[in-house]
């Protein structure tokens, strides 16, 4: 399949570059970040040996379509999008945190749930909830913002402002926009079907202002329930049917592996890679009501590469 899981392009003006799990990321003279969602897969955090056909298309464009679609509610670094791949924006300081809110006890804080924790980042849970249960409120759950390979930690908002991680000030818009933001996540999920169950969001500064960063509303950043069906499969403790990563996570664990040290990866078969590539093109088409229309070229590196060229020649021409 032609993916790309590595680049290594020399852009004019290059000053920089920064490879994530997923994404590779060119600064462009210290003002342009020129991120590449890559079809690498990550779970657990680590990045799994096989790319997923048109996984990185999938991210970037729902990325693209909610960032245009909540600018109202906090400016993003979006500038433009010059491939299916390939989002431009302007370069940010980022916040040292990610802005974790969950609607529903579900993955990581359900198995915590389960092992007898009642508080998550400081925020109580209260006893006798099942998995898949709507909180009554959405809950904020940050984590740290790790270093390349290391692990995220749950953090709470008294250790943010006690270390420094953000100022009062910032850290009460952060919450807001995170809160309004998820809100309207929710309403876009619902008007498709699916219910936005928890997601995560960064965010950055440039000139003293806050800006929204990254990804949002996408499979790799948040949990889908399908709605229909939801309130019989909860009523009858069976599994939600979702659209998101955890099905990776579960084959993961299902096969012994959790990122723990001496666990062994197990091997993805060609089956397993498509199904996961039509599990990603399906949440595209339920989440944006749109047909995916794939975006094959003969060499995917070669125009990413003149999309992104393109582009950045017109940009510091005009």
């Keep these: 399949?032609?993916?790309?899981?590595?680049?290594?392009?020399k852009f004019p003006g290059l000053s920089g570059m920064y490879k994530g799990k997923v994404r590779d990321v060119y600064t462009i003279q210290e003002e342009l970040l020129v991120m590449l969602v890559s079809d690498r897969i990550s779970a657990f955090d680590v990045v799994l040996p096989k790319g997923i056909p048109y996984k990185?298309?999938?991210?970037?464009?729902?990325?693209?379509?909610?960032?245009?679609?909540?600018?109202?509610?906090?400016?993003n670094w979006k500038i433009a999008t010059p491939d299916p791949m390939v989002t431009v924006?302007?370069?940010?300081?980022?916040?040292?945190?990610e802005m974790i809110i969950r609607g529903y006890l579900t993955g990581s804080a359900w198995r915590a749930y389960k092992k007898g924790e009642r508080e998550i980042c400081g925020v109580p849970i209260p006893d006798g909830m099942r998995e898949h249960e709507r909180f009554s409120e959405p809950i904020i759950t940050p984590t740290t913002k790790a270093e390349h390979g290391a692990h995220d930690e749950d953090i709470s908002k008294t250790r943010i402002l006690r270390g420094g991680l953000a100022s009062p000030e910032d850290y009460a818009l952060l919450e807001k926009y995170t809160m309004e933001l998820f809100?309207?996540?929710?309403?876009?999920?619902?008007?498709?079907?699916?219910?936005?169950?928890?997601?995560?969001?960064?965010?950055?500064?440039?000139?003293?202002?806050?800006?929204?960063?990254?990804?949002?509303?996408?499979?790799?950043?948040?949990?889908?329930?399908?709605?229909?069906?939801?309130?019989?499969?909860?009523?009858?403790?069976?599994p939600q049917k979702q659209l998101s990563k955890e099905f990776v996570r579960e084959w993961l664990m299902e096969n012994n592996f959790q990122g723990r040290e001496g666990d062994v990866l197990p091997e993805m078969t060609d089956e397993f890679v498509h199904s996961v590539s039509e599990r990603y093109i399906e949440l595209y088409e339920q989440i944006?009501?749109?047909?995916?229309?794939?975006a094959d070229s003969p060499?995917?590196?070669?125009?990413?590469?003149?999309?992104?060229?393109?582009?950045?020649?017109?940009?510091?021409?005009?």
Excluded at 1 to 9: E, G, L, P, R, W
Excluded at 56 to 75: R, S
Excluded at 288 to 294: A, D, I, Q, R, S
Aim: net charge positive; with cysteine.
């Design 56 to 75: 990185g298309q999938v991210l970037n464009q729902i990325a693209a379509k909610f960032l245009d679609a909540t600018v109202d509610i906090v400016p």
């Design 1 to 9: 399949m032609n993916t790309i899981v590595k680049s290594a392009f």
């Design 288 to 294: 944006t009501g749109e047909k995916f229309k794939k």
């Design 183 to 238: 809100e309207r996540g929710s309403k876009m999920a619902d008007e498709q079907g699916l219910i936005l169950v928890d997601t995560k969001y960064e965010f950055g500064k440039k000139d003293g202002k806050i800006y929204l960063i990254d990804e949002i509303h996408t499979p790799d950043s948040s949990r889908y329930f399908y709605k229909e069906g939801y309130k019989e499969r909860f009523a009858n403790g069976e």
């Design 89 to 97: 924006g302007i370069q940010c300081e980022p916040f040292p945190i």
């Design 299 to 318: 060499n995917v590196l070669k125009r990413v590469e003149k999309n992104i060229l393109s582009f950045l020649s017109k940009h510091y021409q005009s």
